[in-house]
């Protein structure tokens, strides 16, 4: 976990652990009447003390997904060079969320609002066959945070890859959520995606609507890259993702919970369903070959009205 380092810009305060896999632990603010607002589930303190198993993360802040997103069915894929198998989450029968957020990242830059953050990978790490580089990069400003990430194949080969970002949002965000998808790929009870169909009435955002308070995941495709969430108080969040990420993932764990909308390049399983379908975002970057994502939190308040 340690050390973490600190951005700071007008009321908003970003708090990043490089060694705990690239992660955004807090993303706060100061408000009217001496209020802070947690824009991300901020990490508990305990666990910013004693740290934790890397395939136990805490469900708090926002992490870089790469070189893939969310599952891989039974760990397998088929790689430019033939079947390979990776290392399955625990208690799952599946691989989960990549690699790079459950190994140690360096802090290579660092100024007041901004940082960049960096992961070099080699060959065979954590059953990762490809060599490759990520740098995240962070800055900070007065009305929210803007991330960029980018990974690059460092090998030889051709290397499968994705990329994204996983931000774990407070319940109160979800009284009001908003965005534009046409499609959706249901996901099974295994959380893997299947073919996509339109959106139907029941999963659609496109006018502010709460949240269900229940456990749902749905897999969206075709998204404009534009998001709104807001609390019944007032306090809001706009997201704005580049062209890269083209899928979004909406997951709620039950009542009452955090909620996750990430958006990311792929669809969950696209290292199997590509096989079959065009649309599915996965990518395969020759040697030497990079993509990058950028993603974008504007946050706003309520105005105090003793200076409206």
Not at 47 to 64: I, L, N
Not at 166 to 173: D, E, G, I, K, S
Not at 186 to 208: G, I, N, R, W, Y
Request: net charge neutral.
């Amino acid at each position: 976990m340690t050390p973490e380092t600190t951005l700071r810009s007008g009321s908003l305060t970003a708090t990043l652990a490089p060694a705990a896999g690239g992660r955004i632990t807090r993303l706060s603010a100061g408000a009217a009447g001496g209020e802070t607002i947690d824009w991300l589930v901020p990490l508990a303190d305990a666990v910013r003390a004693a740290g934790f198993e890397s395939t136990q993360w805490p469900k708090a802040g926002c992490y870089p997904l790469v070189p893939f997103s969310n599952r891989i069915r039974d760990g397998r894929l088929a790689g430019p060079q033939g079947r390979v198998q990776l290392p399955l989450h625990p208690g799952e029968r599946h691989a989960l969320h990549g690699v790079a957020q459950q190994r140690p990242w360096r802090l290579a830059q660092h100024a007041a609002d901004r940082a960049t953050m960096s992961y070099v990978h080699a060959p065979g790490d954590h059953g990762w066959p490809w060599a490759f580089r990520a740098e995240q990069a962070v800055a900070l400003d007065a009305a929210g945070i803007s991330l960029e990430l980018r990974v690059s194949n460092e090998g030889r080969e051709p290397m499968p890859s994705g990329c994204g970002f996983h931000p774990y949002f407070p319940a109160r965000f979800a009284h009001g959520l908003q965005f534009d998808a046409r499609s959706v790929w249901p996901a099974d009870a295994e959380f893997l995606a299947s073919a996509p169909v339109p959106t139907a009435p029941a999963d659609d955002c496109a006018s502010a609507r709460a949240l269900p308070d229940v456990e749902c995941t749905r897999y969206y495709g075709e998204w404009n890259g534009q998001a709104r969430m807001a609390a019944a108080d007032g306090p809001a969040i706009e997201l704005l993702a580049s062209a890269a990420l083209q899928h979004l993932v909406l997951h709620r764990p039950g009542p009452g919970a955090y909620f996750c909308l990430e958006p990311v390049s792929h669809v969950a399983d696209a290292a199997n369903l590509a096989a079959a379908r065009a649309d599915t975002g996965w990518r395969v970057l020759a040697p030497g070959e990079a993509m990058a994502c950028r993603l974008r939190l504007t946050v706003s308040t309520p105005r105090d009205p003793q200076h409206d």
